[in-house]
Structure formats: C-alpha cells, structure tokens
C-alpha cells in the first residue's frame, strides 16, 4: 500500500474512463443536474427529519450543522487516504484511475469535476446505511435522518468549491483556498488534500511549503 504521487500530465482534453458509450455517458455532469438532484434528495431529507421523525428544530440544526463541519474531516482522509491510495493491484490502479485519477490527468475536464448523479445516489445511498448503523447502535437511529443531510450538503458544497477553483478566478477573500489546491495538482501531490479548508493539512502537518 502506499500514497499515488501524481503530477498533471495534460491541462486540455478528457479521460475516456469507460469504452460502453452508456458507462461513459454516467461519469459526466454539469452544475444544474447536480443542484437538482442532490438538492432534491437533501430537501427530502430534510422533510423526514422534521415532520416524519419530528426530531425537534433546535437538535435537528444542531446535528445538521455538526455534520456540515464533519464532512471536512471527511474530505481530508478520503482525499488522502482512499483517493490517493494505489499499488501494484491493476484492481485498485483502475479504481484509482476512476475515482481520481483522471482527474490530476484532466484537472480542467469541466463534466467530470462533480460527482455524477447515478454513481453519486448509489454512494449517498450506502453511506446513509453505514451512518444509520452507526447511530442505531448508539439507539439514536432517528438522528441519522438529520445528521446525513448536513453532511450531505457539506460534500455538494465542497464539490462546488472545488470546481470553481478549477473554472473560475478566485475571489480575493478565498485566493488561499485556490492557490492551496493549485499547488496540491501541479507541485505537492502528497500535500494540501482541503479543498473548502485548510485547516486539516494544518492539524495533520500536510501544508505545502511556504
């Protein structure tokens, strides 16, 4: 096991990930779809929390906001750890090669800097199992209908932040957060895993260089 060290290799252009015209179709996405999509399922989310479950208002925005703010751990270690995580198996070179690989390769690939939503349902889907697990476990199972959706929103929120630093010129408050995943593509591959914070690369002494 170790951590993939990969540099961009082309600015322009795009990954062919699947050779089944249908497969391929899926890795892709644009804002709107995503915005809709996700949207829905987090408002749904949001609906059972609160009039299904009728977890109180004040408990549900705390978990909710609780669970935005976790996501950015999560962000981090799955960035760091699964993301860039590759070895000699051509199993885990291909799951590798979709889940992020392609994208240090295309990093300006404007359809696939967003989670699609098929692939994207499926893992909402078995994460929202794991969490209700978790929290049945712990005899909090309702909770989990008020945690998920926050978390939820922190990933889409991420993943918009993350392709706007790819698109889009940084606005002069957030230039830090553009020039830190910058530096993550084209210089410290094994650094800089934020995305929407640095505050992780602080904690766990992942900073790139000054």
Same mark, same amino acid.
């Given at each position: ?40 399922? /987090?408002?749904? =989310? *949001?609906?059972? +929390?609160? @009039? ?9 925005? $705390?978990? !909710? ?60 889907? /078995?994460?929202? =199992? *794991?969490?209700? +697990?978790? @929290? ?9 209908? $008020?945690? !998920? ?62």
């Amino acid at each position: 096991m170790s951590s993939l060290k990969v540099t961009t290799e082309n600015n322009k252009g795009q990954a062919t990930i699947f050779k089944n015209p249908f497969l391929e179709n899926l890795t892709k996405t644009n804002v709107t779809n995503n915005v809709i999509v996700y949207g829905i399922a /987090i408002a749904a =989310l *949001i609906y059972v +929390a609160l @009039f299904i479950k009728n977890i109180p208002f004040l408990t549900f925005l $705390a978990i !909710f906001v609780f669970a935005i703010l976790s996501w950015t751990l999560a962000e981090y270690l799955l960035h760091r750890f699964l993301f860039h995580w590759i070895n000699e198996n051509k199993f885990v070179q291909r799951f590798h090669f979709i889940m992020h690989g392609s994208h240090h390769l295309y990093p300006r690939d404007k359809e696939r800097l967003l989670m699609p939503p098929v692939p994207g349902l499926i893992m909402a889907t /078995i994460l929202f =199992l *794991i969490f209700f +697990a978790i @929290f049945s476990i712990l005899n909090l199972a309702s909770y989990t209908w $008020a945690y !998920f959706p926050g978390f939820f929103l922190g990933y889409l929120l991420y993943s918009f932040v993350h392709r706007a630093t790819h698109v889009h010129k940084p606005p002069k408050r957030f230039k830090h957060l553009w020039k830190h995943h910058s530096l993550h593509h084209y210089k410290y591959p094994d650094k800089a895993f934020g995305v929407s914070t640095t505050f992780w690369d602080k904690i766990f002494g992942t900073m790139p260089p000054q």
